[in-house]
């Protein structure tokens, strides 16, 4: 990953002879650039390299709070003779590795361990005593070669027995900060269904035969008769799979509403859009089975915390329903939409075993509402086409757990007078190199060793960031007032260029990848971020300003290309000139074709700006990054939700409507398949305690969630 904190100093430089003044379509100013030689900025850059300040540069206090927690790790060890001993960024060389696909311990391992615990001879450490805990591959350039670098967990007592000689050195191993671990018990991480079927063997979230659910005064009373609670979740995405199986495992009556279609007919439907441009519109890349993630690059990254316990059993749980237990050790995890699907039919499998009743081809219209409660929904079933069913469903509560695509239901809301609150995002172009370019950018001389997704070194990809601001007085976009972050976003190496359009007369795109990557393209949208100023500057106001902003500009992009879900594209070096040269485009992986536009001409003046300044920086970081066969395609705008569906941060619920739980990344609160599993296993956990099926404590079981404002990725 290569991250980029950048301090603009001057407006571009170069001789007054090469300026000419150009007037841009959406700005009264003149803003110069160079011709026929565009001479990039090089304004001075500080590299960040990580987080917080390393070695002799360590800021005081940071070195303080060091030396406290080594203090504690020292003192915290009561034997060093049980237990669990966690040995972390063990380096070893691509030579000394067998790859990628090999997360075994192996000779070349085996000699880092014994480095660390000075022992002499790394063949006599018996294998049956380490666990990699995890496999990563660093090529940074700041290194003299790129290594894999894992994480080994050393059973103490089983080492112990079975080479008792490494006693000496077990004795003389002290705990290091960020490298060696002492931990009394192995950390385990379970299924979420095994968890929920403990906590109910123990009485801890059984449905009591004498309780019922009193929907009216919303606390419990005891009668003779129970009966379940009615849930419906609306949405099968990961937030909306997730919560169902919480609250399925728990007893309650759950209905999974889906307006799209099961996993095998979505990917029909996706087919006859891909071959016969036949866009079906509620069975598309973005709805349907799985969410938009099931046809997306499947990428399980997130920075709530790899090792958090939430997404550790998010993980487990995912393996449990066929995903490679890879996935557990895989520094950079992901799946590939041809591992999703597979997935996603066990997992419905399993609700249905549990008694959800699965809705596909039924959208949700409105909502049922009675003093100030949700009583339940009005769906419209479209399973047949011929004789459209429009229903009304009594539930007790409703999940919703839409994808941020669901612009009905936003709209729907609003007229519920349900709080919407707009939220930045970030929209722009998506990118699009040879895979080869960039593997030699990042691996140079391991270029080699990719071998389409089946070598020894993963195919290469990049994360990029750049951060302009109107504070500095060199700024070039000083007559923004307002700062911006430039970014890349889900880069999809060895991937292809999709539709992710709702509408025959709206362009929007996303990148997907299979498992093995093996595509000879490499995508990522180029970002910038946009808050309401700018809905402001285009005259779009109120709770769904940003929902507008996004359609302005996927209908402009479909009037570039033409119609017929042509995608406009120009490469990267005439975006950077002003010019669209209609001869020479490289070829492009979107399969509904392309046409050369002026892309610069598709954003307001100061975002065009933004992202050519932070083009030319990224190609600092990474040489060859502008290039004649990189070609931007338009337009990449639905990268999050444009707007946040206020709630309680303890019970999930809506603070405007009772008995409504908005979740995952439509709502706000996720971007991307973990993050919305977590928010939607957490929201099943506090509905289910809510209504009487769990009695304990969340955190306890969970561990502490993540705040219920703030969005993680």
Known sequence: MVILALKMSSLLQCPSNLLFPLRHPYSNSLFPYPTPRLVYPRPQTSRILCAKRTGKRKYPSEKKKLRLKQKEALSSVTNKFEGIWRLSKLAVSVQNDPGKDFLQLHNGLLQE?????????????????????????????????????????????????????????????????????????ERTARDLSSIVRDLKDGNGGVLSREQEYNVDSGESHKYSTARKPRIAVVGSGPSGLFASLVLAEFGADVTLIERGQAVERRGRDIGALVVRRILESESNFCFGEGGAGTWSDGKLVTRIGRNSGCVLVIMKTLVHFGAPKNILVDGKPHLGTDRLVPLLRNFRQHLQSLGVDIKFGTRVDDLLIQNGRVVGVQVLDSTNKLQLDCKKLGFDAVILAVGHSARDIYQMLLSHDVDLVPKDFAVGLRVEHPQEIINNIQYSGLANEVCNGRGKVPVADYKVVQYVSDEDEDSPFKFESTSRSCYSFCMCPGGQVVLTSTSPSEICINGMSFSRRASRWANAALVVTVSTKDFDALNLHGPLAGVEFQREFERRAAIMGGGNFVVPVQTVTDFMENKVSVTSMPPSSYRLGVKAASLHELFPANMTDALRYSISMFDKELPGFISKDALLHGVETRTSSPIQIPRDSDTYESISLRGLYPIGEGAGYAGGIVSAAVDGMYTGFSVAKKFDLFEGDIESVLGKAQSGGLVKY
């Not at 005593?129 to 591959?137: D, E, G, L, M, P």
């Not at 080994?152 to 490494?166: A, F, H, Q, Y």
């Open 113 to 185: 361990i014994a480095k660390v615990l000075e022992f002499p001879v790394a063949s006599m450490l018996p294998e049956e005593a380490f666990t990699v805990v995890r496999k990563s591959f660093d090529a940074r350039k700041i290194l003299k070669e790129a290594k894999f670098v894992y994480t080994v967990d050393m059973d103490v007592s089983k080492l112990l027995s079975l080479e008792p000689r490494t006693w000496d050195f077990i004795s003389r191993l002290e705990p290091k900060v960020g490298l060696i671990e002492h931990m009394p018990h």
